[in-house]
Antibody, heavy 119, light 107 residues
Framework: QVQLKESGPGLVQPSQTLSLTCTVS????????VHWVRQPPGKGLEWMGG???????AYNSALKSRLSISRDTSKSQVFLKMNSLQTEDTAIYFC?????????????WGQGTLVTVSS | DIQMTQSPSVLSASVGDRVTLNCKAS??????LNWYQQKLGEAPKLLIY???NLQTGIPSRFSGSGSGTDYTLTISSLQPEDVATYFC?????????FGSGTKLEIK
């Protein structure tokens, strides 16, 4: 059974760095990619980036200069780090992965974690 | 970046109605189009992938169609539990992008 769960601080100060962890179960990080998607309160979804089974990464160009995604396969964890946070980075942050069929992007999601950027 | 435009932004319909939601891409996305349903306070749920493939466990009243730049999600008979926001998503080109959503309400 595929499961993902995000964890991290609920509050981050402006200009600081956000660190989130996605802990997965039911699949191997060496075989499946994991992505981060965020959603400002009451707004739409934004793909942030992902890490593939071979460890390669891809980022949304709008965030690339601030964003880093890494993993620890032994702990089944994927990490997101984003620096220079501003109030507009306040959002629910989801980690997500694909299913088994070609094209079924984001078939599985974590519950999401709300991050508020405020002093 | 490929822009995904959804219409309408809000749709109000009655139980039992046939409902159509629209999604238009700023360029050809070769049917690499998915639909997600998001209920209040929940994570999105994959409904349809690659334009017209129903995800496992999704009721058959949901269907998708389209090609090129224009895509639709159809609910053949609206049910109360379908109240949600629906997002389209393209995975043809980087960066992957979502539409802004259609909020579906019951009259």
């Amino acid at each position: 059974q595929v499961q993902l769960k995000e964890s991290g601080p609920g509050l981050v100060q402006p200009s600081q760095t956000l660190s989130l962890t996605c802990t997965v179960s039911g699949f191997s990080l060496t075989s499946y990619d994991v992505h981060w998607v965020r959603q400002p309160p009451g707004k739409g979804l934004e793909w942030m980036g992902g890490i593939w089974g071979d460890g390669s990464t891809a980022y949304n160009s709008a965030l690339k200069s601030r964003l880093s995604i890494s993993r620890d396969t032994s702990k089944s964890q994927v990490f997101l780090k984003m620096n220079s946070l501003q109030t507009e980075d306040t959002a629910i942050y989801f980690c997500t992965t694909r299913g088994l069929r070609a094209g079924d992007w984001f078939a599985y999601w974590g519950q999401g974690t709300l991050v508020t950027v405020s002093s | 970046d490929i822009q995904m435009t959804q219409s309408p932004s809000v749709l109000s319909a009655s139980v039992g109605d046939r409902v159509t939601l629209n999604c238009k891409a700023s360029q050809n996305i070769n049917k690499y189009l998915n639909w997600y349903q998001q209920k209040l306070g929940e994570a999105p749920k994959l409904l349809i992938y690659n334009t017209n493939n129903l995800q496992t466990g999704i009721p058959s009243r949901f269907s998708g169609s389209g090609s090129g730049t224009d895509y639709t999600l159809t609910i053949s008979s609206l049910q109360p539990e379908d109240v949600a926001t629906y997002f389209c998503f393209q995975h043809n080109s980087w960066p992957l992008t979502f539409g802004s959503g259609t909020k579906l309400e019951i009259k």
